[in-house]
């Protein structure tokens, strides 16, 4: 079986194993039935951003003030990071005026995010953009549903060859505001260097973005891992 094939049954099985459940144990409950992800997910090694590391970055995330309002991912798979970001947001902002966008490669992924993003009660501000994810940026900033300084957050959780093209692209279309954060998985296993180098740098390819980076560890389920945390201090 191919990698691509592994992941799409992984996400195929873990749709079948929460819809197998009586619809009201995880309808309108995010919180639960991201719950219910991480612990089928840790059974089955699937490649999801689990739970300590959902904790540490809400911690971050309630840092940024005004609250956060727009929030980008790259990478949903099973949107079981999105659901857990748009609940995040629905509480430090009260209520639903916010959007998550998810960006997705594979449509199969893309179409079980959507169902279980819809089943935790989201499906109005967490949207699944299928595509390369940095096509689906460009549409989205052409379409004005992405503006200039308008990104409050991005979280980077795709392939690690596409994580400092993408932050780039990011930079060129002048999504950041000074404060908004970019927080990054696996720079650690399997590692991201050109990424790491890159923010740690702190200063962005046309010298117009400074960030401050921090590495956040957060317990894994053999060994501490990291989540990257970087700061935009001037745009
Ligand atoms: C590690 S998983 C994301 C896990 C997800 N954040 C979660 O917690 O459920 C990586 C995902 O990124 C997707 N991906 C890889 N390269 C991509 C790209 N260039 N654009 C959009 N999605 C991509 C893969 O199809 C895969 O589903």
Redesign the pocket.
Known sequence: MSR?ET?ETQAKALHEHIFSKPEDTYAGRPWELVKA?DDFANANQM????GPKIEVSKEEIKKIQPPPKTFI??????????IAWGAILREVNGTDNFNVY?????PF?ASI?RDLIRLAGLGGVVHVVE????A?LEGLFEEGKLKKGGVDVA?I???EE?YLP?LQMCEQLGLFREGSKVLA??TDFPGAPAYLEYVRAGVGANGDIQYQTESISAPGKFRDTIVEVSTAIRV
């Open positions: 691509k992941i992800i490649m999801t951003f689990k991912e790259f990478g949903g798979y099973v949107g079981s990071s999105a998810t960006f997705e490669l594979s992924n995010a595509g390369p994810a940095s689906s979280f959780d795709h392939w596409f993408d998985d696996n």
